[in-house]
Structures are given as structure tokens and as C-alpha cells.
């Protein structure tokens, strides 16, 4: 079993920035694809919508369109953890965000991940 559990999310202006963390608990997963996905309000009934991936070694990363040159996923397999950097952030970027695991080559829909943290807010407002 793998836990998973995300941080720092917030309340942010149009612009600003933040990093969430992610770090997973109860196996290593250096030898794992990671992901972000994310959930805007409204939208709960439909799937957690892609935002960044990264495989094991970093060597393949994987952006949604709307967030490439803002956002850059990272990862350091010594503490177990996959980050999320995010900068100019817009108003549209508002949603809850989750971090995913799978033993395989991270994916880039819901469906390619096994395990699944609780999520962090992100607001972006002024």
C-alpha cells in the first residue's frame, strides 16, 4: 500500500506562486511514475483533469498544454516526494489538487494511476 499526502495549497493573488509537495509513505516509490491532477469547483462529477507527470528518474515529463512554462513537476526519490511548482498563477488554475502514483510509466488520464492522495487546495484570487 501507498500513501499519499499532499501540502501546500492556499490562497494566492492572480500571479503569485506556490509549490505543493507530495510525499508518499509506506513503500519507496523512486521506481514509480508520479502525477498531479486536479479537480476545479464545479466539476466534481467529472474526471480529475491532468496537470503535470514524471517518471522515475525525471527523464520524461509530461505537461497539460494550459500549464506548460508556469508549472514544473519535480521530484526527489530520497524523501520520497513529488513537487509541484507554480508560478503567474490565473484564476483558472483554482482547484483542488491531487498527486497520484502507479508502478508504471506515468500516464497522462486518471485511469493510469493507482494510488491517490486526499488533495490540497489552490485558490487564486485578489
Known amino acids: 500500500q501507498v500513501h499519499l499526502e499532499e501540502s501546500g495549497g492556499g490562497l494566492v493573488q492572480p500571479g503569485g506562486s506556490l509549490t505543493l509537495s507530495c510525499a508518499a509513505s509506506?513503500?519507496?516509490?523512486?521506481?514509480?511514475?508520479l502525477g498531479w491532477f486536479r479537480q476545479a469547483p464545479g466539476k466534481e462529477g467529472e474526471e480529475h483533469e491532468f496537470?503535470?507527470?514524471?517518471?522515475?528518474?525525471?527523464?520524461?515529463?509530461y505537461y497539460q498544454e494550459a500549464v506548460k512554462g508556469r508549472f514544473t513537476i519535480s521530484r526527489d526519490n530520497d524523501k520520497n516526494t513529488v513537487y509541484l511548482q507554480m508560478r503567474n498563477l490565473k484564476p483558472e488554475d483554482t482547484a483542488v489538487y491531487y498527486c497520484?502514483?502507479?508502478?508504471?510509466?506515468?500516464?497522462?488520464?486518471?485511469?493510469?494511476?493507482?494510488?491517490w492522495g486526499q488533495g490540497t487546495q489552490v485558490t487564486v484570487s485578489s
Open positions: 496537470v503535470a507527470g514524471i517518471s522515475y528518474n525525471g527523464g520524461n515529463i
Open positions: 509506506g513503500r519507496s516509490v523512486s521506481r514509480w511514475g
Open positions: 497520484a502514483a502507479t508502478p508504471r510509466p506515468p500516464a497522462t488520464t486518471w485511469y493510469g494511476y493507482d494510488y
